[in-house]
């Protein structure tokens, strides 16, 4: 079964870090593009990052850039997000989504698996 | 940026009737390849997001046949042919041509 579980979600102050974990698995993680989406409370959807399959390339939303840094960690089949200088905005639900591809297409036409997410919380 | 627009915001259904739902992009999403990048999700209480369709009028896998889209390269539109108490839920659609991809605000759809 293919499966994706976020961890590393809590509570911090405005200010602080933290780091997401993604661990897949049920699939070849390192021929997937992977990304990050955001839920804050009670509101919609925000796709946050994109890492290649091969981690060179990585795309920001501007709400997060120089602030966030997406990884991976192909060995153990793992994604990362790590945020630094959190505010309050950033509060929300985090998940991880792969990219989804269609036969005979180049390149990724959305994204099909997603994890339950992590929750993360910044107040003081 | 591509901004999504759908209407309606909320969608009171009966079951067993038609339902659908509009999504507008602020500029084409048509491909090199011919396909348009309209996605659409449905997301119910406490869930993940979950694919529907994806290039605009595929079915992804699992997904029932009463789900359908078509449209343009501007334009989606999710139908549902005849609705079912587990399709209430938050539609969303989104585009999947460009990052930063972009979501629309979402359909609350819910049984009348």
């Known amino acids: 079964e293919v499966q994706l579980v976020e961890s590393g979600g809590g509570s911090v102050q405005p200010g602080g870090s933290l780091r997401l974990s993604c661990a897949m698995s049920?699939?070849?993680?390192?021929?997937?593009?992977m990304n990050w989406v955001r839920q804050a409370p009670g509101k919609g959807l925000e796709w946050v990052s994109y890492i290649s399959s091969n981690g060179i390339t990585r795309y920001y939303a501007d709400s997060v850039k120089g602030r966030f840094t997406i990884a991976r960690d192909d060995a153990k089949n793992s994604l990362f997000l790590q945020m630094n200088s959190l505010r309050a905005e950033d509060t929300a639900v985090y998940y991880c989504?792969?990219?989804?591809?269609?036969?005979?297409?180049?390149?990724?036409?959305?994204?099909?698996?997603w994890g339950q997410g992590t929750t993360v919380t910044v107040s003081s | 940026d591509i901004v999504m627009t759908q209407s309606p915001l909320s969608l009171p259904v009966t079951p067993g009737e038609p339902a659908s739902i509009s999504c507008r992009s602020s500029?084409?999403?048509?491909?090199?390849?011919?396909?348009?990048?309209f996605n659409w999700y449905l997301q119910k209480p406490g869930q993940p997001p979950h694919l529907l369709i994806y290039?605009?009028?595929k079915r992804a896998s699992g997904v029932p046949d009463r789900f359908s889209a078509s449209g343009s390269d501007t334009d989606s539109t999710l139908k549902i042919s005849t609705v079912e108490a587990e399709d209430v839920g938050v539609y969303y659609c989104m585009q999947a041509l460009q990052t930063p991809y972009t979501f629309g605000l979402g359909t609350k759809v819910e049984i009348k």
């Open positions: 290039l605009s009028s």
């Open positions: 500029q084409s999403l048509l491909h090199s390849n011919g396909y348009n990048y």
């Open positions: 989504a792969r990219t989804m591809y269609a036969w005979g297409l180049l390149g990724g036409v959305g994204m099909d698996v």
């Open positions: 049920g699939f070849t993680f390192n021929s997937f593009e």
